[in-house]
């Protein structure tokens, strides 16, 4: 099967497995609403201001939403730090780009950021600093010559994510009792609706993400063999790192921005799908989409319900799954030689 058939193939199957599972959610969550109510809401026979409707309309369907963009941005930014790397165990929050993400966001909400499209805009452009900065850092810190080892990548990750960590904590020890609370729900990771425009400046920075990552992955194939190898194929190994690194950090500053600091969808999703599809980024990226989609929703849809009518964040279930699932990967098949 040529890969474009592979790559319409599997679409269609996560795409279903997507729509299935969206829909899934509506019908679930800590409120009692039968799923006959569901259905009107939807189709607007509910009353405006009725339970019903302002549940499924205005909290369930726009987070659901919110979910599969973010499991998308994350896992195709883990599919793109991993394949510029050459670094099988690269994630955003592995790397400590989410904490700087998560920095630069701390400061817009000092300032007063909020929810209007100009405010999502420029609390997204912190976002993007930050993650940039971060990124930078750990590369300049891990690059030894033309290699990026494990150990090196991984150490440099954790103590630039240390560093971000810790000039959070010293912002929000200025912070006032009000705004606090917030922040460190926002901190935990969390995927509440957000309002249509700033939505929308959401799914416009994924995008814009998702499609400096998507044209270049031909590149990125190229770049497995080596620095040397993929210029004397014509790739220009200096613009490639540029536009990988300001698409994965988009994707991953999008996220953070609207849904807060969300760790190891960017590790498990791409795995995942390479056990299925092989190491073709062609086929990886947008698979990864879509499954990154899947795999946050259905973990949203367990911190809603697992301590319903309490509520779980999902932060803290992608931790769960992702932390044994980074020492399994590390101790069986990218052991580095310490």
Same mark, same amino acid.
Request: with cysteine; hydrophobic share 60%; proline share 4%.
């Given at each position: @099967?040529?890969?474009? $058939? ?9 795409? &279903? ?39 499924? *309309?205005?909290?369930? *369907?726009?987070? %659901?939403?919110? &979910? ?15 394949? *510029? ?51 930078? =850092?750990?590369? *300049? %810190? ?24 810790? &000039? ?54 190229? @770049? ?16 490639? $790192? ?19 600091? %969300? ?11 390479? @056990?299925? =599809? ?23 849809? =367990? ?36």
């Amino acid at each position: @099967m040529s890969p474009a $058939k592979r790559l319409v193939l599997v679409l269609a199957v996560l795409t &279903a497995a997507l729509i299935v599972i969206a829909a899934s959610a509506l019908f679930v969550g800590s409120a009692a609403i039968s799923p006959r109510a569901v259905l009107n809401a939807l189709a607007g026979r509910a009353a405006p201001e009725s339970v019903e409707r302002v549940v499924t *309309l205005s909290i369930r *369907l726009p987070r %659901i939403v919110v &979910a599969a963009l973010a499991g998308g941005a994350l896992a195709v930014a883990g599919v793109a730090f991993q394949a *510029l790397t050459r670094n099988p165990l690269a994630e955003p929050s592995v790397l400590g780009v989410t904490s700087g993400a998560a920095f630069g966001v701390v400061i817009g909400q000092s300032v007063g950021l909020g929810w209007t499209f100009l405010e999502a805009a420029g609390l997204t452009a912190f976002a993007f600093a930050g993650a940039l900065l971060a990124a930078g =850092l750990v590369y *300049l %810190i891990a690059a030894i010559g033309r290699e990026l080892s494990i150990q090196t990548l991984l150490l440099a990750g954790v103590i630039v994510g240390i560093f971000f960590s810790a &000039a959070i904590t010293v912002i929000i020890s200025f912070l006032d009792l009000n705004r606090l609370g917030g922040v460190i729900h926002w901190l935990l990771g969390n995927l509440a609706p957000i309002p249509p425009r700033a939505l929308g400046v959401f799914a416009l920075c994924a995008g814009a993400g998702f499609w400096l990552v998507a044209r270049h992955a031909r590149e990125l194939n190229l @770049m497995a063999l080596g620095e040397e190898t993929a210029l004397l194929l014509g790739v220009g190994a200096a613009r490639l $790192k540029l536009a990988i690194f300001v698409g994965a950090a988009l994707l991953t500053a999008s996220v953070v921005a609207f849904a807060g600091p %969300i760790g190891f969808v960017g590790l498990i999703v791409p795995h995942a799908l390479r @056990m299925l =599809l092989g190491s073709d980024n062609r086929l990886l990226v947008p698979a990864s989409l879509v499954g990154g989609g899947i795999f946050l929703l259905l973990a949203d849809t =367990l911190a809603r319900n697992v301590v319903a009518p309490a509520e779980l964040s999902v932060g803290v279930i992608t931790a769960l799954c992702g932390a044994p699932f980074f020492v399994y990967l590390l101790r069986t098949r990218y052991r580095p030689n310490l």
